[in-house]
């Protein structure tokens, strides 16, 4: 990972080799970004409180596959520690919900809801669906979301494959997507493809991990090769597609962030 990340970071673009507009716009207004919001501060606070906290609770480990198993206790320090967007990617989600606009969040994979708190914060007007399979994770995510006020937000609990054609049912489109379940081929690769009828010239989708292991390595080069992708931005640990038409022939980039 080291060495993948040492080479990213050598071929990626520098702000003088932007030359699309958009593009452009997205490393000022965002990946060069260093305003520092209130949010930011509010999140770090309730992020530490799971840190701190000593209590242990039943968890759902979804493993491979179906594969589905119940009741394992794991201390809230640990998942906060373990399954959370860092501060510094949180940052990044919320500088894109600002800079994007979305009217309508869906993320796939909520935890504690830190990165949904993120997302939520930077675009005040939209509508989120977070999904989450663990019910005791699930209450814990609310508890945050209730704590920042952030009504808006709506967890749908249950197995990504009962809740997410039921969050597809509930919005006619969608602006953005963050992709941060279950990170192998397979789910991956369908995620993106019961969204895609969603998605429009505008929308953006925020895959998490994309060079984390082999499968979702793979997953990623074939999002990139759909033809509604025109623009990919490779930020190592993260990868930003969108379909802008303005694009005749697909760009794909790798960014610093
Ligand atoms: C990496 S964590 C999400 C982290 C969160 N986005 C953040 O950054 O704060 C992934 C979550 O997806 C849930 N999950 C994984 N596979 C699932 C599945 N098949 N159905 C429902 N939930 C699942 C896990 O319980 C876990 O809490």
Redo the contacts with the bound molecule.
Sequence with gaps: MATKFIQHQWQALTSHEVHSPFLFRLNEEVFQNTRHYYAFDEIAFRRDQLLQSTQRIP??D?GAGSQVVTGKERRVADIART???SPHFGKLLFKLAQFHQPKTIL?I????????AYLASGAPDAQVIT????PH?AQLAKDQFEALGLNRITLLE????T?LPKALSQVKSLDMV?I????QFA?TLSYFEQIKPYLHDHALVIF?DIHWSKGMHKAWEMVKQDPMVRVSIDLFYKGIIAFDPGFREPVHVKMRY
Excluded: K, W
């Design positions: 968890v759902t979804f399954s959370l967007t993320e994979g909520t935890s504690l809801g830190i990165s949904a999904l989450e399979g663990s994770i249950g197995e990504f494959s809740t963050f941060d379940g279950n990170h789910p998490d």
